[in-house]
């Protein structure tokens, strides 16, 4: 298994503000992804974080808004920018080795917008 | 139509009972199933994992996967009340390199609670 380390485990934004998640791996890990999971709900998939190009964003998500940084093969960053009282959520990152093997979460984010 | 397909619960059975929870799919060409366990304010934590169709069991745990009813189960036996969580399916088509295809697509999950 891999150990990933988030941080902040929660904040307090206020509106128009940004925020940077940063996301920790205790190994190298082929792929990193970023979800967001909204109270009550199940874990929606932002984007996939790709080391040394563009992050690979899903419907519904674009660059502007959660900019992702993955510099190596053990860190990234996901940043939610410009937020309102929308966006409070939990952000939880993952990592997974490749191929379809097991996916490692970290404790998550838990944002509030105020 | 969802991909993944979760019954929310809540599910609520005595201590000691045995537990099935079940997700269906729609994407023939998932070969990944998992299943996480999520207890309040934490992040998901891989419980089972299963490659193709057939069963796995690990302690109290067993998965069962039926690719031919696109149908997946776990079951707990004798369930604590240590168990109380929400657990989530998840999948994937899990062909490397294949943009998109490694993703994971979660159910609702399902909120269970064993009480004593």
């Known amino acids: 298994s891999a150990v990933i380390s988030q941080k902040p485990s929660r904040d307090i934004c206020q509106r128009g503000t940004s925020l940077t998640i940063q996301c920790q791996v205790d190994s190298q890990v082929t792929m990193m992804f970023w979800y967001r999971q909204q109270p009550g709900q199940s874990l929606t998939l932002i984007a996939t974080?790709?080391?040394?190009?563009?992050?690979?964003?899903e419907s519904g998500f674009v660059i502007d808004k959660f900019p992702i940084s993955r510099p190596n093969l053990t860190f990234s960053t996901l940043t939610v920018s410009n937020m309102s009282p929308e966006d409070s959520s939990i952000y939880l990152c993952s990592a997974e080795r490749g191929g379809g093997t097991e996916a490692f979460f970290g404790q998550g984010t838990r944002l509030t917008v105020v | 139509q969802k991909e993944v397909e979760q019954d929310p619960g809540p599910l609520s059975v005595p201590e000691g009972a045995i537990v099935s929870l079940n997700c269906t799919y729609s994407?023939?060409?998932?070969?990944?199933f998992m299943w996480y366990r999520q207890y309040s304010r934490k992040g998901p934590e891989l419980l089972m994992y299963t490659y193709s169709s057939g069963n796995k069991e690990d302690g109290r745990f067993t998965a069962q996967v039926d690719k031919s009813s696109k149908y997946i189960s776990l079951f707990i036996r004798d369930s604590q009340p240590s168990d109380s969580a929400t657990y989530l399916c998840a999948m994937s088509e899990g062909t490397k390199g294949l943009q998109g295809a490694q993703k994971l697509v979660f159910g609702q999950g399902t909120r269970l609670t064993i009480n004593p």
């Open positions: 994407n023939s060409a998932f070969q990944y």
């Open positions: 974080a790709n080391q040394g190009s563009e992050a690979t964003y």
